[in-house]
């Protein structure tokens, strides 16, 4: 069967349909595997503070689910019928390279807009929302954040699979993948990948309020000096139990 024409000969309508239930399955696989590191993997932080969430968290997470359906849909068609997407050959450069870019062009997307969303503007209208959890501890974390807020961090994370040539078997891969890694980085515990990832910098970020600003991976953290640097400082009776970050020029 060829998907492709098959994707091409559908009313726009039914990619609305179709797309959301791919979502559900990619969120399922995603917590299903974070849930598995998780049993294996000791928490960030052993006591973290209550998180007091201030806006109707079941509100909130329906109008995030339904816009990450529409994301789904407006993808699934674009993969259908953007020129960039290939459906045919199969290459080192619309594979791996195509999705090194995926994810380095959602990090530097990303980084930008949450950078501004940490200004005193933005922040008091829109981003502390998503920061009410301190300590991240699953998926209602993940997706717990203003409808515009989330609505523009995903933006940011599909964009460039409408720009950079790639095979449509690496979009999904991308697609996965950044899925995988919100839900990780919000997971509450210390699961790493050597080299690549680790949760512990965004439960930083949430810990420390600022610095570790990028989507996936701390490359455009470490080029800009925002990397959050937490070290034991002596307080004034002499315990180095207290805990002071610096983040570079982190705002």
């Not at 060829?2 to 994707?7: G, N, T």
């Not at 990303?110 to 008091?124: A, I, P």
């Not at 699953?138 to 699979?161: K, M, N, Q, W």
Request: hydrophobic letters at 45%.
């Amino acid at each position: 069967m060829d998907v492709h024409r098959l994707l091409l000969e559908m009313p726009v309508w039914a990619y609305f349909v179709v797309a959301p239930l791919f979502t559900v399955a990619n969120l399922v696989i995603a917590s299903a595997l974070v849930n598995a590191l998780k049993r294996r993997t000791p928490r960030i932080q052993e006591d973290p503070p209550e998180a007091a969430k201030t806006k109707n968290v079941g509100l909130t997470l329906a109008v995030n689910y339904t816009l990450l359906a529409g994301f789904a849909g407006a993808t699934l068609y674009g993969m259908a019928h953007l020129p960039n997407v290939s459906w045919n050959q199969v290459t080192l450069l619309n594979t791996v390279v195509a999705a090194a870019l995926v994810l380095l062009g959602n990090d530097l997307l990303y980084y930008s807009y949450h950078r501004l969303m940490h200004t005193d503007f933005f922040w008091y209208r829109l981003h502390y929302i998503h920061h009410e959890a301190t300590s991240p501890g699953g998926l209602r974390d993940t997706f717990y954040e203003h409808p515009l807020d989330f609505f523009v961090g995903t933006l940011c994370a599909v964009l460039p699979l409408a720009v950079v040539p790639i095979h449509v078997s690496a979009a999904v891969t991308c697609l996965f993948l950044q899925t995988f890694l919100a839900v990780a980085y919000h997971s509450g515990h210390e699961i790493r990948v050597p080299v690549i990832f680790t949760a512990r910098r965004h439960d930083d970020h949430h810990r420390y309020y600022r610095g570790n600003y990028a989507q996936n991976f701390a490359l455009v953290d470490i080029l800009f000096g925002t990397v959050i640097r937490a070290r034991a400082v002596p307080d004034d009776t002499g315990s180095d139990d207290d805990r002071k970050v610096s983040a570079g020029s982190a705002g």
